[in-house]
């Protein structure tokens, strides 16, 4: 998959830090072996960014360590 391929297959989760007010989430699609494509919740017509996992999980390791704030 090219970040341009059809994600019209994505089963989309939302994050588990979201509420119900409709805040700033992001949702996931972990049916893309190798990939991890990513969008707003609050768009979900809009465009997704597509990351390989391996980059994926550091930069949510990262995020848990408080290194990116």
């Not at 979201?18 to 465009?47: F, H, I, T, W």
């Amino acid at each position: 998959m090219n970040p341009t391929s059809d994600l019209a297959g994505a089963v989309w989760r939302k994050s588990s830090h979201s509420n119900g007010d409709g805040g700033n989430c992001v949702e996931v699609a972990e049916n893309y072996p190798g990939l991890m494509p990513v969008r707003d919740s609050k768009q979900p017509a809009g465009p997704a960014i597509v990351f390989s996992r391996t980059s994926w999980s550091a930069f949510v390791d990262a995020v848990k360590s408080q290194q990116l704030r």
